[in-house]
């Protein structure tokens, strides 16, 4: 009755087992819960960011501000130039074409902001996309479509644990008309047609949308909007990284 069928030795192995186990379940979780919080309210930082520098970029089409700067806390993240996107607008034999380069932010984690044509639009590292910030297209009997020429004249993507200052300035401006005779087509050629499609369907005046492959993972999106004319008005900026 007083002898005891296992040793000390054998509990305190278990229980030190025990709470090694645990400690290693806890941190293995709680890392990565931390590491994917944190990299959320980064991306939601520069999500904050993306949105000044659209309002900083309109301030200099619209209200003749010569240059605006906007701060972005990188955190590991980059940000530089992306791939050509195009804008082509045309009506009653008539047509404007516009290529530019949008500004790509890219988190740790892979997920992207991208300001193109006027948008913000986040990009998920599934692919998936969502505009945050819309465009300044208005359709009606007269329509307007204002086109941000952005290019860069270094176009050197930077990184790291950095504040970068994003400048934009007005090089350029011009306006055209196109008579559309009651209908005109609005083509967007993107790697990101899914938010734009979104955006022209829940236009009352855009009664279709077709999609066609563009090749190298871009899509050709053309919307037909009804109207009796188009305003094109284009602006050329310049976007360094200081």
């Keep these: 009755m007083t002898e005891r069928a296992v040793s000390d030795v054998v509990g305190y192995v278990l229980i030190i087992s025990l709470i090694l186990t645990s400690v290693g379940v806890v941190y293995t979780t709680g890392v990565t819960t931390l590491q994917d919080t944190r990299d959320a309210e980064r991306v939601s930082n520069a999500e904050q960011a993306l949105a000044v520098l659209q309002s900083n970029t309109n301030d200099v089409r619209y209200r003749g501000a010569p240059s605006r700067m906007?701060?972005?806390?990188?955190?590991?993240?980059?940000?530089?130039?992306?791939?050509?996107?195009?804008?082509?607008?045309?009506?009653?034999?008539?047509?404007?074409?516009?290529?530019?380069?949008?500004?790509?932010?890219?988190?740790?984690?892979?997920?992207?902001?991208?300001?193109?044509?006027?948008?913000?639009?986040?990009?998920?590292?599934?692919?998936?996309?969502?505009?945050?910030?819309?465009?300044?297209?208005?359709?009606?009997?007269?329509?307007?479509?204002?086109?941000?020429?952005?290019?860069?004249?270094?176009?050197?993507?930077?990184?790291?644990?950095?504040?970068?200052?994003?400048?934009?300035?007005?090089?350029?401006?011009?306006?055209?008309?196109?008579?559309?005779?009651?209908?005109?087509?609005?083509?967007?050629t993107t790697p990101r047609p899914a938010p734009w499609r979104r955006y022209f369907t829940d236009e009352a005046r855009v009664e279709d949308c077709t999609e066609t492959n563009a090749g190298d993972g871009r899509t050709e999106l053309t919307c037909t909007v009804d109207t009796e004319s188009v305003v094109v008005s284009e602006t050329d900026i310049d976007v360094t990284f200081r």
């Excluded at 972005?72 to 008539?94: C, E, F, K, Q």
């Excluded at 790291?160 to 559309?180: C, E, S, Y």
Aim: charged share 20%.
């Design 70 to 188: 906007t701060e972005i806390r990188l955190s590991n993240a980059r940000l530089g130039p992306g791939d050509r996107v195009s804008i082509n607008v045309s009506g009653a034999g008539t047509a404007s074409n516009t290529t530019v380069r949008p500004v790509v932010y890219t988190s740790e984690g892979g997920a992207k902001l991208v300001y193109a044509h006027g948008a913000v639009i986040r990009v998920e590292p599934d692919g998936g996309a969502a505009m945050l910030e819309e465009p300044d297209f208005r359709f009606g009997e007269r329509s307007l479509v204002p086109v941000v020429d952005t290019e860069f004249s270094d176009p050197t993507t930077v990184g790291g644990q950095t504040r970068v200052f994003v400048r934009v300035a007005a090089n350029d401006r011009a306006t055209r008309i196109h008579d559309a005779g009651g209908s005109a087509n609005v083509t967007l």
